[in-house]
């Protein structure tokens, strides 16, 4: 009898955990980022690198001689080397750093749907469109 007792206790608590929960999505997805097939470097990529990356990337600040505030900066890479392969997500090292999540390293992470969107962007030729 206790153990019932202890059985529908805990499965009324998990129930208002998920109930409290729906609507939180994972990875955190905003509903307002849209997944584009081909997305533009001004209005879907640099906003992204704004947000996330400029904080360790920036004119200020530009570890490993990496700068994303510009597209010019981007393609030029790093001291390491080219960080974007143009049509090769597989083959850029920003790509990699992104989905291994590894970057940004502290703080919020881009969304999935960011994440895919730089991937497309470079699959597509990492045009400055």
């Known amino acids: 009898m206790k153990r019932n007792l202890l059985a529908?206790?805990?499965?009324m608590v998990l129930a208002v955990v998920?109930?409290?929960c729906e609507g939180v999505s994972p990875?955190?997805?905003q509903p307002d980022v849209l997944l584009k097939e081909d997305p533009s470097y001004a209005s879907d990529v640099q906003p992204?690198?704004?947000?996330?990356?400029?904080?360790?990337h920036g004119p200020?600040?530009?570890m490993r001689g990496l700068r994303l505030d510009g597209y010019e900066y981007v393609i030029a890479g790093s001291r390491m080397g080219a960080v974007v392969i143009p049509y090769s997500s597989?083959?850029?090292l920003l790509a990699a750093g992104l989905e291994a999540g590894a970057m940004p390293?502290?703080?919020?992470k881009p969304s999935a749907n960011r994440v895919k969107n730089i991937f497309h962007w470079?699959?597509?030729?990492?045009y400055d469109n």
């Not at 390293?105 to 919020?108: D, H, I, L, V």
């Not at 470079?122 to 990492?126: K, N």
């Open 8 to 11: 529908v206790s805990f499965l």
């Open 18 to 20: 998920l109930t409290a």
């Open 27 to 29: 990875m955190n997805e």
């Open 48 to 56: 992204i690198f704004d947000k996330y990356c400029l904080s360790c």
């Open 60 to 62: 200020v600040r530009a």
């Open 90 to 92: 597989t083959a850029s």
């Open 105 to 108: 390293p502290k703080g919020e």
């Open 122 to 126: 470079i699959e597509q030729g990492a």
